[in-house]
């Protein structure tokens, strides 16, 4: 067996209920969002919990496992496609934001599955993904898909965001 594990992730191999780790024991409880248990009433409802409406965007996107495997990576490209700013507060998003939100969701993921991942991310063989990721750290200082806007970087919660001027104004 091989495997290849960048940043923050980890294979384990344990007997079924050997290891409780919380963070996948959450996960599992939770549909996938290219499954169709995840639609439009599931991600409404997420949005309307009482506990996400001081959250913004990144931090609803990227925490407490509320969508499973969604990442710092994966939100950059959804929050682009969402016209959203990763710093944006959920309380404040408009219905047709909102809606935007779910749709770049499941579009931005099912895009990166069928392609075999982002580009900058590689399989076990060290084959890249055919996703092109349209918002990283290598597409800082370029010119934003959809406007021509140059793409900034900006520190934010520990990490890094990416993000369009034009197109994802707070």
Not at 17 to 42: E, H, I, V
Not at 45 to 51: K, Q, V
Not at 60 to 87: C, M, S, W, Y
Request: with cysteine.
């Amino acid at each position: 067996m091989i495997g290849s594990v960048q940043m923050y992730g980890g294979l384990w191999c344990f007997p079924a209920g050997a290891l409780d780790n919380p963070y996948y024991q959450t996960a599992k409880t939770k549909p996938s969002p290219l499954s169709q248990a995840f639609d439009a009433r599931y991600f409404r409802d997420l949005l309307d919990d009482p506990a996400t409406h001081k959250l913004c965007a990144k931090t609803f996107l990227a925490t407490e496992q509320r969508i499973p495997g969604l990442g710092n990576g994966v939100l950059q490209d959804i929050l682009l496609a969402a016209k959203i700013h990763p710093k944006h507060k959920l309380a404040t998003l408009t219905p047709p934001e909102r809606d935007a939100l779910f749709t770049a969701v499941k579009s931005t993921l099912a895009a990166m599955t069928d392609q075999g991942g982002r580009d900058t991310e590689a399989d076990l063989f060290g084959n890249p993904g055919g996703y092109r990721t349209r918002m990283s750290r290598y597409t800082v200082d370029r010119p934003c898909p959809d406007c021509e806007s140059l793409i900034r970087k900006a520190s934010f919660m520990g990490g890094s965001i990416y993000c369009c001027p034009a197109c994802q104004e707070i």
